[in-house]
């Protein structure tokens, strides 16, 4: 994909051309992200207003068509590519764009476009064992329409928040790839977050938990998630193992709970012991 990144960056009207393209085309949204955000990265946000206009119109078609996620990952990875090229930091990055979808959700711009009535009524009548848990909420007091509507909208958060940083990380590595070759894999393998920024997420999940903001609360563990991921990369790298490590370790990712909470539990623990600062002075 980097001679694509080359072609893109020949100038503005390809960039912008390719932006459109690839967000017109239903479920290539993310390419289009990701050219936004490497024209961002690399020129910064006013240069690259074009670009992110002409991926922003066809998401917004999509948008009007009722799949929000288009533009939602369009905006939000072009803010966080902002930050990231301001600030170099990607702690920072992440916890700005786990903000910005948690409020995204609170303002329920993820919520079915036609409420949850309709959404509740197909689950009840496709599974008897749905329907007798919803009875069951529904019994004990809770509102299970906005019940639906906050797992709908963040699992849809989540999504959103997911697509955009691996868009700004494709996004980076074409920008490497294309003037500083490397440069993006010591980058990442070297992300983690400080105690500061662990303090800062910390603080946002007990803030949203106590202001009735369950959003902040349900995607603030997602930059932790990350360094974790970040740590087994950088472990990999410094000791030389087989690319098939990192195969079997997204596998299990993806389908294994227990793994999800070993990398967070990774991810908290290199934040205070700097685990491959470690490994580099024992190799």
């Known amino acids: 994909m980097l001679a694509l990144a080359r072609w893109?960056?020949?100038g503005t009207p390809y960039a912008a051309g390719g932006a459109a393209l690839a967000t017109l085309v239903p479920w290539l949204f993310w390419l289009g992200a990701a050219i936004a955000a490497l024209m961002t990265l690399r020129k910064g946000f006013v240069p690259a207003l074009p670009v992110i206009i002409?991926?922003?119109?066809?998401?917004?078609w999509w948008w009007a068509q009722g799949d929000v996620i288009p533009l939602a990952s369009i905006l939000l990875v072009t803010l966080m590519a902002v930050i990231l090229r301001e600030r170099m930091r990607w702690g920072e990055t992440l916890i700005a764009g786990t903000l910005v979808a948690a409020v995204m959700v609170h303002?329920?711009?993820?919520?079915?476009?036609?409420?949850?009535e309709?959404?509740?009524e197909q689950l009840r009548e496709g599974s008897e064992?749905?329907?007798?848990?919803?009875?069951?909420?529904?019994?004990q007091g809770y509102d299970t329409q906005t019940l639906t509507a906050l797992v709908v909208g963040g699992v849809t958060g989540l999504v959103v928040?997911?697509?955009a940083i691996v868009c700004l990380a494709l996004a980076?590595?074409?920008?490497?790839?294309l003037y500083n070759p490397g440069g993006f894999r010591e980058e990442f393998h070297a992300l983690r977050l400080t105690p500061k920024e662990l303090a800062i997420l910390v603080a946002i999940g007990v803030a949203g938990m106590a202001f009735g903001a369950s959003a902040?609360?349900?995607?603030?563990w997602v930059p932790l998630l990350v360094a974790g991921v970040a740590l087994v990369h950088g472990f990999i790298g410094l000791k030389g193992m087989n690319g098939l490590w990192l195969v079997a370790f997204y596998v299990l990712l993806i389908t294994t709970w227990p793994t999800i909470l070993i990398v967070l539990l990774l991810g908290l623990i290199d934040t205070f012991a700097n685990v491959r600062a470690r490994l580099a002075r024992s190799n």
């Open 8 to 10: 893109l960056m020949r």
């Open 172 to 177: 980076r590595s074409w920008q490497a790839g």
């Open 129 to 139: 064992e749905v329907d007798r848990m919803l009875t069951e909420f529904a019994n």
């Open 54 to 60: 002409a991926g922003a119109l066809p998401a917004g």
């Open 107 to 116: 303002l329920g711009i993820f919520s079915p476009p036609g409420g949850t």
């Open 216 to 220: 902040l609360a349900m995607l603030g």
């Open 161 to 163: 928040l997911l697509a």
């Open 118 to 120: 309709l959404m509740l």
